[in-house]
């Protein structure tokens, strides 16, 4: 074979010059191109990179970009709904200020309970830092509402103006008028306002339908006094229980809310209230996107009531519920933890003259099931006193329907005497329950626990009756659906539950004046 002469070391010899467009490369422009969907015409070698940006097709580029939707504002939604806010601003006595730690003084949690301070009102007295008064002197309050007439009839919060001695408005244009408190609402934190001064006041509409979770949601009001602001979210869940009565059923919002937003509304795209903001989850007393917000089909119908006669009336069937845990729902042999458990019967109440006793489950009403006992309260206290009602009702394991006619729900709940204290004075020490860590004795040898039932003496704070909340003093009138007088009654009904192959049994518990049922998990062995 004959080697291939170097012809680089010769003076006459040039590589051949690459195309800067070689065919290859115009073919993947042009492909990358089409990909783009410009057309490109009369392209060739000598067209300048100028050339080919100022081209029909850049300027078809550009047009295209325009059509693409761009992320939809809120401002249009916001100058529509915005003038119907009001601030609301409120004089009251220093009885009613918050505590000096910063606290609101109307948490929905007991005071120095563990989660008192991560539930915050935010817009009754100490709307703003520093405004907390001394004995005696008035303190000032900040809150937000809203117009729901054009006569001048607005929503706001009942802990903004409970006990205020004044109340203040101004709206959006900086107007400022006196307002009426024309009723309240303590169970469901609503209160109606009435503004004098026009009759051609901007409001809002209350929405018809709920919301779904991922809407959007835009909250205007008065945080820390800033009139007129307005902020963005999400509906984050509904149906929420934070502990503060059994009406709970807030729309959790994540547009940041503050104080002094409370009793604002709550607007969704459509412009219509959805909710009033109430309450903020907060560790620091600031928005962690966390906050409440009553629906608006609630605030329909305790606000016409309050318009109406100033007060709200609800249906009442007289008895004390509970939810059906998985633990209470086996120790009744029910499939599924539904309904609501019926602790305690008022006496001459409407359901203990229709023949509801302690330890039947309300399952229905009218027809409609009932989910659990916050379900069964809402439902009974959206019904008006004096109606008639069904009631489907699992009694000793067996279905039957029971028909009453409802009570009026009375505005204060009485005081139910405290035994805890006194219960077990001059109790011994009373005889072991097998099993579950715990002594009784019965009730009638301990001074003020009553006659029926067995007292708690001692329990094991490692034991399943410490799991299940019994502390020293508790009641326990009922174990497994049977009367107990003694500890060997109490031993007899657990023995029968562990025979019926029970994984746990029920015991009626009175503590503090009121009755509850609770599931003790039955120890093998």
């Known amino acids: 074979m004959t080697d291939r002469p170097d012809l680089t070391n010769l003076p006459s010899y040039r590589q051949p010059r690459r195309s800067v467009f070689s065919a290859r490369k115009i073919a993947l422009m042009a492909s990358v191109v089409a990909g783009l969907g410009i057309a490109v015409h009369g392209f060739s070698p000598s067209t300048s990179p100028s050339d080919l940006f100022s081209s029909p097709a850049h300027a078809q580029v550009n047009n295209e970009v ?99 001695d004044k109340v203040e408005v101004t709206t959006d244009d900086g107007k400022t008028y006196i307002a009426k408190v024309i009723g309240t609402d303590q169970r469901t934190d609503l209160a109606l306002i009435k503004v004098e001064g026009s009759s051609n006041f901007p409001f809002a509409k209350l929405a018809d339908s709920k919301p779904r979770i991922g809407d959007w949601v835009l909250a205007v009001g008065n945080p820390f006094g800033l009139g007129g602001t307005v902020t963005a979210g999400i509906v984050s869940a509904s149906g929420r229980d934070i502990g503060n009565g059994p009406y709970d059923d807030f729309i959790q919002i994540d547009a940041p809310v503050n104080k002094g937003n409370s009793g604002g509304p709550a607007f969704d795209t459509n412009g219509e209230v959805m909710g009033v903001n109430t309450a903020i989850y907060s560790p620091s007393g600031g928005s962690v996107g966390i906050a409440f917000s009553i629906p608006a089909s609630t605030v329909k119908s305790v606000v016409a009531q309050l318009k109406d006669k100033g007060s709200v009336s609800r249906g009442w069937i007289g008895v004390q519920i509970q939810p059906v845990t998985s633990d209470i729902a086996d120790s009744l042999g029910m499939k599924k933890a539904e309904g609501a458990l019926v602790a305690e019967p008022q006496a001459n109440g409407p359901a203990a003259k229709a023949g509801i006793e302690s330890g039947d489950v309300i399952t229905s009403v009218n027809g409609e099931s009932v989910k ?64 579950l860590g715990m002594t009784v004795a019965p009730a009638n040898s301990v001074a003020g626990a009553g006659k029926d039932g067995v007292v708690v003496t001692e329990v094991d704070p490692k034991s399943a009756a410490a799991e299940r909340g019994f502390k020293e003093g508790d009641v326990i009138l009922e174990v497994g659906g049977k009367s107990v007088s003694t500890a060997g009654d109490v031993r007899d009904a657990i023995n029968t539950a562990r025979t019926d192959s029970k994984n746990s049994v029920l015991m009626r518990v009175k503590s503090g004046g009121q009755s509850r049922f609770v599931a003790v998990p039955l120890a093998k062995g």
């Open 372 to 435: 659990d006992a916050r379900e069964l309260a809402r439902t009974i206290g959206g019904l008006a006193p004096g109606a008639t009602v069904k009631l489907n009702v699992l009694h000793k394991g067996q279905d039957k329907v029971v028909n009453l006619t409802l009570g009026q729900l009375p505005n204060a709940v009485e005081a139910k005497a405290d035994t805890d204290t006194d219960s077990n004075k001059g109790a011994t020490r009373g005889t072991d329950v097998p099993k």
């Open 66 to 164: 325009r059509k693409v939707e761009r992320p939809v504002g809120f401002a249009d939604v916001v100058e529509r709904v915005k003038p119907s806010v009001i601030s609301v601003k409120v004089n009251m006595k220093e009885k009613t200020a918050s505590n000096d730690d910063g606290d609101d003084s109307s948490s929905p949690f007991q005071p120095g309970s563990p989660m008192e301070r991560f539930f915050r009102r935010f817009g009754g007295p100490d709307g703003f830092p520093g405004q907390k008064g001394g004995r005696g002197r008035v303190v000032q309050g900040q809150g937000s509402g809203f117009f729901i007439s054009a006569d001048g009839f607005a929503v706001t919060n009942n802990h903004v103006v409970d006990g205020a």
